[in-house]
T-cell receptor, first 110, second 116 residues
Framework: AQSVTQLDSHVSVSEGTPVLLRCNYSSSYSPSLFWYVQHPNKGLQLLLKYTSAATLVKGINGFEAEFKKSETSFHLTKPSAHMSDAAEYFCVVSKNDMRFGAGTRLTVKP | ETGVTQTPRHLVMGMTNKKSLKCEQHLGHNAMYWYKQSAKKPLELMFV???????ENNSVPSRFSPECPNSSHLFLHLHTLQPEDSALYLCASSLLLAGGGTGELFFGEGSRLTVL
């Protein structure tokens, strides 16, 4: 069985400050892990994915995530938030099917 | 251009109407999905089609009827819906992996449904 938990339902940061969105997963096997972003009234867009290669994964728009097996975590980070980063972010774990987290809403203050 | 196109983008219907949502993918994928996204709720997987065959139906009410005529097209037929069915309906596609499981999902922009 596999599952994913996004530890924060809402994160608020100021523009130009770092972003940290936390995700913990549970899986019996080595899973694939993804982060998706959803802007208002839009579909989900893939930010980055981990598929058992390098543990530090770089994605689009300056985001990256680090796979830590010992901590069963796959946290999403960005060094400097931009107003356009305000959106909903979903962590996903996949082995035989895909399980979505409940989402984290990121607010960026000017 | 996301490669997955959904129409219509917005739909308003009465409870006695019959309508359909359409999804088309141009990515050569062999799996397609319908998800329901309601306000303040997690994303809900509704149906999965692998190679045009339905492989998953997550206890979805029969007033939602999917159809997958080929690997590129997916429909969701709607009839006698309830106001609580108002939501964003997202279509996605993916490539099934040789060893089992699936690659990443590619999503359409969604169809916003309002049931009056």
């Amino acid at each position: 069985a596999q599952s994913v938990t996004q530890l924060d339902s809402h994160v608020s940061v100021s523009e130009g400050t770092p972003v940290l969105l936390r995700c913990n997963y549970s899986s019996s096997y080595s899973p694939s892990l993804f982060w998706y972003v959803q802007h208002p009234n839009k579909g989900l867009q893939l930010l980055l994915k981990y598929t058992s290669a390098a543990t530090l994964v770089k994605g689009i728009n300056g985001f990256e995530a680090e796979f830590k097996k010992s901590e069963t975590s796959f946290h999403l980070t960005k060094p400097s938030a931009h107003m356009s980063d305000a959106a909903e972010y979903f962590c996903v774990v996949s082995k035989n099917d895909m399980r979505f987290g409940a989402g984290t809403r990121l607010t960026v203050k000017p | 251009e996301t490669g997955v196109t959904q129409t219509p983008r917005h739909l308003v219907m009465g409870m006695t109407n019959k309508k359909s949502l359409k999804c088309e993918q141009h990515l050569g994928h062999n799996a397609m999905y319908w998800y329901k996204q309601s306000a303040k709720k997690p994303l809900e997987l509704m149906f999965v089609y692998n190679f045009k065959e339905q492989t998953e139906n997550n206890s979805v009410p029969s007033r939602f009827s999917p159809e997958c005529p080929n690997s590129s097209h997916l429909f969701l037929h709607l009839h006698t819906l309830q106001p609580e069915d108002s939501a964003l309906y997202l279509c996605a596609s993916s490539l099934l992996l040789a060893g089992g499981g699936t690659g990443e999902l590619f999503f359409g922009e969604g169809s916003r449904l309002t049931v009056l």
